[in-house]
């Protein structure tokens, strides 16, 4: 059934003077083109492009998109990432022609329907959060981070402070200190903490009045809630620092409990993971920050303010907030995304969110209970919305390693757990089901890790076996890189 | 409750699994005194039937490019965008899946990613592409970062006043942590003067960021602007339109070590200003300074063509505090749609639509400037945007074309084109293929009376 065909690249499929795109004759009197452009701004030829007809074209594309695990397709426990189903109602809704057509240049008049929407979803973020003041402009969670460090920083600067150190536990996400060192901080990530918590003892010998700002995931990246996160939060604000949540793991706790509440200062979201973006093979993001009123003059520009006048509609503007660190994108955000997210909350409501946490929170729990006698979980019995499972005694006794369990996952048609991350478990799957997968589904998986791991251990080493590919020689890539497609 | 799956009973069995008495008892972890006492205060559930129409109403509300005749540039444009784009980019298989980690379950995406890399190389004729970037505006402040990686010059950036006023804002946001100067040189004539550039580059000048078409529309003198910087030692960083290469010199043959663009206008819809496509190339050499994802081609234990995630250890998520970015998650569908895009135009479609776009822009430039107290603010060359001047302000102009139900602009303020003269007179004007004599013609008589 498989086409193989894909594997040959578009410049491999060309054929001169092929062509799939027409334009219509130019109906305007044509002048010389040497009359209107200096000769040496114009190329001689235009870029040496593929020539394909259309037909082709969406054979080729829809063939590739075949050799894709989805969420649409596949249980896809992806820890950290929140791959939950992504409604098709949302993708209907941000491609009406109103929304999806209008250009950033239209002037707030002509925009009141999107900028009330913007509006709106600044508000609900600033709600889940506790944190009421909101830009909607990171185009991802990254960005969120180094958008929000920039905040602090300007804030700091404003009380005449010298801070220079971003401190962040060593089962953070990659992202917290790539983003701190962006921002021109000292990175200073803290010791401890293997069992997944922040080390109370370690953070107070760290913290000091260079202290800027303390960057934590809660729940953190094995899935547990921070238990002593006021504590530390108290701590941090003692020396005068903030406290940065990083909302990766928001589907565990919307409508449960707050970062406002429990000590953040400022958090970002990820979109497309909590409220559905959807994911888009790695973005589309849009990473939204919540911060404390005292932060929100030094937040990017512009954003959505409303105007209400006795016995008149609500106008809606744009506006700079006073001391704003200035832009951190063009234009106003990633408003598709922020669109999808926006038809998510709203199809939920107050009692749909929380629902969504608890069920992302009873899937997870039902698959550590059932998984936990399969793979050692070293945290225990309970979790947030998602756990990390260790193939550490696996490795050991039978050789077989996280990646191969991974691998093998793919033959039964399940797509792999993150693995190797957090670096603080040894030969780590992470784990995260979402809500949105039936108990079946949560059974067949468990099923599935049971065959796997009583299997031979060569077998494991060369899977998967039913892929279009197996093991690719990373070390070659690397060493000899191609990256496009040459001439041969 | 909308997406949920599993029915009361099942959940019971699921709690009796895990030994728990009510899903209350798993959130026993949060500490009671951080818990939520009331329900969130945000508006109540609709149904599918309810929201679509509320979305409807929202939408309506919004002066969008198909019930109004578009003029509107600065940065995002209004270009035909075929059916078979939207065609892939809707196949769930691409657009619910994730960063492609494991290749084996993600060939698909990976080998459409491999492709987007090497459309852009022969687009922008350079050697390496990465996987994508946000959007235009951080693309240029990720390439000056590379650029003082590359030169170890890290207290000097000079960029051109004719660049987009959001990417130079957003270079300045970037830089202010860093002690590191970011000169503007002032673009009066709407291009940069040669001599001025000569005078502004140092020898401590980490890159030179030009762009062209430039923010007024006009077309600088790229090659001598490449040269410039280099005999000072500075990468040249060139920002282009990737439409306009289907005429124009491609960025790399006019000397540019990196270039970087924003992508919108590859199949990408204007949804008010994102999701777009941070474009960015480069010479080979500087592959391993590269920001952001790269795919590789290799091969599998079978000795079958496989496409990787490659050259890793410059990302946030091996490198941590020492990567070349922060960038996790980048612009991988809009990547994809720019693929199919640039497949489905080929080389001469690609030139055909530049040249529709450059003529129609000439067309109405000439007949704009017929209008009386109208002039072209510059004389330099420009591709399918310009600035016309008005006297007595943009702003009447501006508000009798739109009230006839045509949208021109920006208008300009004075920082979005430094040294341009009395910029509260002038406004943008783009011309994009879609446009049509007889709407060209109706503007002008609509601004005629």
């Known amino acids: 059934m498989r086409n193989m065909q894909a ?47 259309e037909p082709d074209i969406i054979r080729h594309f829809i063939n590739l998109s075949t050799k894709n695990m989805s969420v649409d397709t596949h249980f896809y426990p992806l820890g950290s990432c929140t791959m939950k189903y992504n409604p098709k109602r949302n993708e209907r809704l941000a491609s009406l022609p109103g929304l999806v057509d209008l250009h950033p240049h239209q002037v707030p ?146 409508g449960i409990t707050r970062p406002g509440d429990f000590g953040g200062d400022m958090m970002h979201y990820n979109v497309h993971k909590t409220f559905t973006g959807p994911h888009g093979a790695g973005g589309p993001g849009s990473g939204p920050i919540a911060v404390r009123d005292f932060l929100g003059p030094f937040l990017p520009g512009p954003m959505i303010e409303r105007h209400q006048t ?54 997870a729990n039902y698959l550590l209970a059932c998984l936990k006698d399969v793979l050692p979980v070293p945290q ?69 890790l049971r065959t796997i791991v009583r299997d031979d251990p060569t077998h494991l080493h060369q899977a998967p076996h039913s892929t279009p590919v197996s093991r690719p020689d990373d070390v070659r890539a690397a060493r000899q890189p191609i990256l496009r497609w040459n001439p041969s | 409750m909308a997406y949920l799956v599993n029915t009361p009973s099942e959940r019971q069995q699921m709690l009796d699994a895990i030994g728990a008495a009510s899903v209350a008892e798993l959130f026993d972890q949060i500490p009671v005194p951080l818990r939520m006492e009331r329900p969130l205060d945000i508006p109540p559930a609709l149904t599918e039937l309810e929201l679509e129409a509320h979305l409807r109403d929202l939408a309506s509300r919004n002066g969008a490019v198909g019930t109004r005749v578009c003029f509107l540039g600065g940065g995002a444009y209004d270009h035909f965008i075929p059916a078979a784009v939207d ?70 950036v000079v960029v051109l006043g004719s660049v ?4 130079r804002q957003v270079c300045q946001t970037y830089l202010r942590q860093i ?46 602007l490449c040269a410039a910087a280099h005999k000072m030692g500075a990468l040249a960083i060139v920002s282009c339109h990737p439409l306009s290469l289907g005429l124009l010199t491609r960025p ?91 497949t489905l135009l080929g080389p001469e479609g690609l030139r055909e639509t530049a040249n529709l776009c450059l003529q129609k822009a000439h067309y109405a430039a000439r007949r704009l400037a017929t209008l009386p107290g109208v002039e072209l603010a510059t004389q330099a060359p420009f591709f399918h945007e310009f600035v016309l001047r008005c006297r007595g302000g943009a702003g009447p102009l501006l508000s009798r074309a739109r009230e006839a139900g045509f949208d021109l602009g920006p208008a300009l303020a004075p920082q979005d084109a430094p040294g341009l003269a009395a910029p509260q007179d002038c406004l943008l004007v783009a011309v994009t293929e879609q446009r049509t004599k007889a709407q060209i013609d109706r503007l002008v008589d609509v601004l005629a009376r």
């Open chain 1, 7 to 53: 594997t040959q690249l578009l410049s491999e499929l060309s054929s001169p003077g092929r062509r799939a795109a027409r334009l219509p004759p130019c109906d305007v009197p044509e002048v010389p083109l040497e009359q209107l452009l200096p000769a040496e701004l114009v190329s001689s030829a235009p870029p040496p492009l593929p020539e394909l007809s």
């Open chain 1, 109 to 254: 008049e002509l925009s009141q329907g999107m900028l009330e929407l913007l509006y709106s979803m600044q508000q609900m973020l600033g709600e889940i959060a506790g944190l009421p003041a909101v830009s909607l402009q990171p185009a991802a969670g990254a960005q969120g981070e180094f958008t929000a460090l920039l905040t602090a920083s300007a804030y700091f600067r404003s009380r005449g402070e010298t801070r220079t150190r971003v401190l962040f536990p060593a089962s953070a996400h990659g992202t917290n200190p790539a983003s701190a060192a962006l921002a021109g901080f000292e990175c200073v990530q803290l010791k401890g903490g293997s069992d997944g918590f922040v080390d109370l003892a370690e953070l107070k010998t760290q913290l000091d009045s260079r202290t800027a700002v303390f960057m934590v995931t809660n729940p953190n990246t094995l899935g547990m809630f921070e238990k002593d996160i006021a504590e530390v939060a108290r701590l941090v604000h003692e020396v005068g620092g903030l406290v940065y949540i990083d909302g990766a793991n928001m589907n565990a706790i919307c």
């Open chain 1, 310 to 363: 006795a016995n008149e509609p609500p106008v809606y503007r744009l506006v700079n907030p006073p001391h704003s660190i200035g832009r951190v994108r063009s234009f106003f955000g990633n408003v598709g995304i922020l669109v999808r997210g926006y038809c998510y909350l709203r199809t939920l409501g107050p009692a749909g969110v929380r629902a969504m946490s608890e069920n992302a929170v009873l899937n």
């Open chain 1, 380 to 448: 225990g019995n309970r979790c947030m919305h998602e756990f990390v499972a260790s193939a550490k005694e696996l490795k050991e006794s039978r050789g077989i390693s996280a990646m191969d369990v991974a691998k093998r996952l793919l033959d039964h048609g399940f797509h792999a757990p993150t693995v190797y991350f957090p670096l603080v478990v040894a030969e780590a799957l992470m784990i995260e089901p979402t809500e949105t997968e039936s108990k079946e589904t949560l059974d067949a998986f468990v099923e599935a």
């Open chain 2, 87 to 156: 065609a892939v980019a809707s196949r769930s298989e691409f657009y619910t899946a994730y960063t492609p980690y494991q290749a084996e379950a993600s060939q698909g995406s990976l080998q459409a990613f491999f492709e987007y890399q090497s459309l852009i190389c022969q687009l922008m004729g350079l050697e390496v592409a990465n996987a994508s970037l946000y959007e235009g505006g951080t693309a240029v402040s990720e390439a000056v970062f590379m650029a003082m990686r590359v030169t170890d010059r890290h207290r000097r």
């Open chain 2, 164 to 167: 987009h006023p959001h990417a």
């Open chain 2, 179 to 224: 002690d590191c100067e970011l000169v503007t040189i002032p673009t009066p004539d709407g291009i940069a003067n040669l001599a001025e550039v000569a005078r502004v580059l140092d020898d401590q000048t980490a890159c030179l960021v030009v762009q062209s078409p430039n923010y007024l529309g006009c077309l600088e003198q790229t090659r001598e």
């Open chain 2, 252 to 342: 790399g043959d006019a000397g540019a070590d990196i270039a970087v663009a924003e992508g919108q206008s590859l199949g990408i819809p204007l949804q008010y200003g994102g999701p777009y496509l941070g474009v960015l190339a480069c010479r080979e050499e500087f592959v391993r300074k590269m920001p952001g994802r790269l795919i590789g081609e290799t091969i599998d234990r079978l000795g079958r063509r496989t496409f990787v995630l490659n050259l890793q250890a410059r990302e946030q998520h091996i490198r941590r505090e020492k990567a070349t970015s922060n960038i996790c998650t980048n612009q991988g569908l809009m990547a994809l749609r720019a693929t199919v895009f640039l």
